[in-house]
């Protein structure tokens, strides 16, 4: 009976690590969909806010 609890145990193992595969493959898609996740938390109104493209016009007429 103990190599039968051992080996569920190890089905069970298997099954976790496919599990785990399978989410790192899913939130690395998740990333690369979303090129740059800081950019939300600078910038949470997606280009509602005047404020940075005000910057970049100041920047570039420096130029």
């Given at each position: 009976?103990?190599d039968?609890y051992?080996?569920s145990?190890?089905?069970?193992?298997?099954l976790?690590?496919?599990?785990?595969?399978?989410?790192k493959?899913?939130?690395?898609?998740y990333?690369?969909?979303?090129?740059?996740?800081q950019?939300?938390?600078?910038d949470p109104?997606?280009?509602?806010?005047?404020?940075?493209?005000?910057?970049?016009?100041?920047s570039?007429?420096?130029?």
């Amino acid at each position: 009976s103990r190599d039968n609890y051992i080996s569920s145990l190890l089905q069970q193992i298997k099954l976790l690590e496919l599990e785990v595969s399978y989410l790192k493959n899913h939130h690395r898609q998740y990333h690369s969909k979303r090129p740059s996740s800081q950019k939300e938390h600078q910038d949470p109104t997606p280009s509602g806010d005047p404020r940075p493209l005000e910057v970049n016009n100041n920047s570039s007429t420096d130029n």
